[in-house]
């Protein structure tokens, strides 16, 4: 697509539930990076593949979140049990390459995730 | 590891004031160093990039930013601030390897007093 497009835009889901947010990066783009922005501060990094592999998860707050990639392409960030404090915006991104000449990062929109 | 630093959290000038925010970066190689800006209630999107082509670098709405080697920095400067200026801005940096990854730092918070 024309740019990268995250699904939905906004959720609002109960305490305990389980959720699942969408990344469709820009066609092509072989890095693809998850973000969390809460009100108001900058950004926390999540998670970055290359490809389909996740060389980075270092920033992956606890073990009810998890992502994968598939194909290369569409990337699912998944939070189990979700908490108040998961409560945020989800920003995805992604770039040609990880580094180098060709490495600006485009964004999302994100997704607002409120837990209620 | 490359890494980013961003001094001052908030930053508050008066309209047609000098716009001066501030990074600094870490790099065992060359970087490529980014500077994004977030308009509130947006996304973000890409203010100028430096590739090593020039040292200052010019970006979309008057801004610009100076790569000193010598002071590992890429400050973000304008002449004359505006009101719609006001926005969060992050500086963020990549290495040379196409397998590496940027790196942002963690912003800061524009504000403009008329």
């Known amino acids: 697509g024309a740019g990268v497009s995250q699904s939905p835009s906004n959720k609002v889901t109960e305490k305990g539930k389980d959720v699942e947010l969408r990344c469709d990066p820009i066609s092509g783009h072989t890095a693809l990076y998850w973000y969390r922005q809460s009100l108001g501060q900058g950004l926390e990094f999540l998670i970055y593949?290359?490809?389909?592999?996740?060389?980075?998860k270092s920033g992956l707050p606890s073990d009810r979140f998890s992502a994968e990639r598939t194909g290369g392409s569409v990337s699912t960030l998944t939070i189990q049990r979700t908490q108040q404090e998961d409560s945020a915006v989800y920003l995805c991104a992604s770039s040609l390459v990880g580094g180098g000449l060709f490495s600006e990062a485009f964004f999302g929109q994100g997704t607002r995730l409120t837990v209620v | 590891a490359q890494s980013v630093t961003q001094l001052g959290s908030h930053v508050s000038v008066s309209e047609g004031a000098l716009v001066l925010l501030r990074c600094n970066y870490s790099s065992s190689v060359p970087p490529y160093l980014f500077w994004y800006v977030q308009y509130p209630n947006q996304g973000l999107q890409l203010l100028l990039k430096?590739?090593?082509?020039?040292?200052l670098v010019k970006g979309i709405n008057g801004f610009e930013a100076e790569f000193k080697k010598s002071e590992t920095s890429f400050h973000l400067t304008k002449p004359s601030a505006h009101m719609s200026d006001a926005a969060e801005y992050f500086c963020a940096v990549s290495e040379g390897s196409s397998a590496s990854k940027i790196i942002f730092g963690s912003g800061t918070r524009l504000s403009i007093r008329p």
């Open positions: 593949f290359q490809g389909n592999s996740a060389p980075d």
């Open positions: 430096y590739t090593s082509a020039a040292t």
